[in-house]
Every structure is written in structure tokens, then in C-alpha cells.
Nanobody
Framework: QVQLVESGGGLVQAGGSLRLSCAAS????????MGWFRQAPGKEREFVAA????????RYADSVKGRFTISRDNGKNTVYLQMDSLKPEDTAVYYC?????????????????WGQGTQVTVSS
């Protein structure tokens, strides 16, 4: 049974930082692209960042480029999202997901497994 468990969310002031983690089990982690998505109240889910199975290639949404960094540790079956210079518009539930694709993908439909999400709230 595949499980993706996010942690690290919370309340932070604008300009602050948070680091999200996603621990994976039940799958061969090193063969999956890993991604982060988010969904704010009343809005559709949107892509945030993704990292190729090898960690050698990443992709970011324009809204987070230069502020967020995705990374992975295949030895620990964990993917991270370092979020700096946070803005109130970054407030959302953040989900990690796993896709059996060769490249880092931003397409939600290509992801096979999803976590339950962790809340990130940025106050102004």
C-alpha cells in the first residue's frame, strides 16, 4: 500500500520560511517523479514544483520560481519543499504526489499517488 505523508506545514508571517517534507512508503521511490501541488479555498488545485526521479531536473510554477526549492533524498524516500519569502497568496493546503514519469511533470493527471495534504497559512 502506497503512502505519502506530508509534514512541516503551519502558520508563518509574510516573508518567513517553511520546509515541507513528504515521506513515501510502499513504492520504489527512486523511480518516481515527485511533485508538490497546492489548493487554496475556493480555487482549483495548482502545480507548485516537481523533481525528476534522479533529482537531476526540476520544474517550478512561475508564481514560486526563485522562492521555493524542491529536493529529494532517495535514501530516505523523502521529498522536500523549502519555501522562502512566503506571501499571503501562498496560503493553501499543500499536497505531495508521485508520478511514474521519466521527467519532472507539472500535469496533475500524470500523478498516480497523492498525500493527504498539510496546511500552510501565511499571515500579512
Amino acid at each position: 500500500q502506497v503512502q505519502l505523508v506530508e509534514s512541516g506545514g503551519g502558520l508563518v508571517q509574510a516573508g518567513g520560511s517553511l520546509r515541507l517534507s513528504c515521506a513515501a512508503s510502499g513504492l520504489t521511490f527512486s523511480t518516481y517523479c515527485m511533485g508538490w501541488f497546492r489548493q487554496a479555498p475556493g480555487k482549483e488545485r495548482e502545480f507548485v514544483a516537481a523533481v525528476k526521479w534522479s533529482g537531476g531536473s526540476t520544474r517550478y510554477a512561475d508564481s514560486v520560481k526563485g522562492r521555493f526549492t524542491i529536493s529529494r533524498d532517495n535514501g530516505k524516500n523523502t521529498v522536500y519543499l523549502q519555501m522562502d519569502s512566503l506571501k499571503p497568496e501562498d496560503t493553501a493546503v499543500y499536497y505531495c504526489a508521485a508520478a511514474k514519469t521519466y521527467l519532472a511533470t507539472s500535469v496533475g493527471e500524470e500523478y498516480d499517488y497523492w498525500g493527504q495534504g498539510t496546511q500552510v497559512t501565511v499571515s500579512s
